[in-house]
């Protein structure tokens, strides 16, 4: 798929100036990583509250990069998180940010209509050039691009929280996806620090195809009584040298999204690797989705 990488380099958009819709967790560490790479970034959400709160995240989170980046030079440290700031704008204006950008990244809410309806508003308002590029873990891509008239120049960037620590990145492409598109974001991952990955368009992509059962049949495990929640995190970080064990990682990425991948993920009702959890669908319809509320599996402050 990737053949002839360099000799067709030169006509791949190179991508100085970005658009992310979406100021959530994922958007606003996805702006911060373009920021911090020298990206021109506008960060875009329906209300100036929302977006207060995006880059008070980034900010948040740029501090933490650079105590350990700038250990011994705090004032270099300072002086970098200025520039990065600078580097993001705001802005409650999907149409008009779009104009200057030569890619947009959508990591709205998962919903399908929501998406294609926003996508079908950009593709008239964008330069021909721009790329269109999709972080949602539960939809096809393909369904997505349907809404626009440049499915070649749009793909899926999946990128993994928390976006500044984690060095995956997978694009995505459909059958439409042109190979200068998908170059065009494999070099966009590489230039923003990460590592990126080529995945078709399947339910899942890679990671969450193989995470999100895993944390699933955690869950179940916990609620058939075989092992406590606290011994099968434990079990997995020291058993299986995870970060994060299954039942606290689904507490970090949100049980909302855990549910909504492995609906995504469950074509197949009689495949037991992905049977719903009753324990995930209580919490979720209680809206204990995990760290972000406070509370889901385990309490937070
Ligand atoms: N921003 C910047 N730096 C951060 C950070 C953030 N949001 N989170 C952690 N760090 C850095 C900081 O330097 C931090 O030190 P500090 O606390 O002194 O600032 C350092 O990492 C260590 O952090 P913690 O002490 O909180 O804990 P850990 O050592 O466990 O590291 C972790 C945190 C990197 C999140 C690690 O636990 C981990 O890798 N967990 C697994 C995460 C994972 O699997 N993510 C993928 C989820 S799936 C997904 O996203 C796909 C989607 O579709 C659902």
Same mark, same amino acid.
């Given at each position: ?14 991508? @100085? ?182 995945? @078709? ?101």
């Amino acid at each position: 798929l990737f053949s002839g990488f360099s000799s067709s380099a030169a006509r791949n958009v190179v991508i @100085k100036s970005v658009t992310i819709i979406g100021g959530g967790q994922m958007g606003a560490g996805i702006a911060q990583v373009a920021a911090s790479t020298g990206h021109s970034v506008t960060l875009v959400d329906t209300s100036d509250d929302i977006l207060k709160k995006s880059i008070e995240t980034i900010e948040g989170s740029l501090r933490r990069v650079v105590k350990k980046k700038f250990a011994d030079k705090p004032e270099a440290g300072e002086e970098f998180i200025r520039n990065v700031m600078q580097k993001v704008l705001t802005s409650a204006d999907a149409a008009s940010a779009v104009r200057g950008s030569d890619l947009v990244v959508e990591a709205i809410a998962e919903n399908l209509k929501v998406k294609q309806d926003l996508f079908r508003r950009l593709d008239k308002l964008a330069p021909p050039h721009t790329i269109f590029a999709s972080n949602t873990s539960s939809l096809s891509i393909s369904d997505i691009a349907s809404s626009t008239n440049r499915p070649d120049k749009f793909g899926g960037l999946h990128f993994f929280n928390p976006v500044a620590m984690m060095k995956l990145v997978e694009v995505i492409g459909t059958p439409a996806t042109s190979q200068e598109t998908s170059e065009s974001l494999m070099n966009f991952s590489k230039v923003l620090g990460k590592t990126p990955v080529s995945s @078709k368009d399947t339910s899942g992509f890679i990671v969450n195809r193989l995470l999100v059962p895993c944390i699933v049949e955690a869950i179940r495990m916990y609620e058939r009584g075989d092992a406590s929640k606290e011994d099968i995190d434990i079990a997995m970080k020291l058993g299986a040298g995870h970060p994060m064990g299954p039942i606290e990682l689904a507490d970090y990425i949100g049980l909302d999204t855990v549910k909504s991948i492995m609906e995504g993920e469950a074509k197949d009702p009689d495949n037991p690797l992905f049977a719903s959890s009753d324990l995930l669908n209580k919490l979720v319809a209680e809206g204990k989705v995990g760290r972000k509320t406070a509370e889901g599996f385990y309490k937070y402050k």
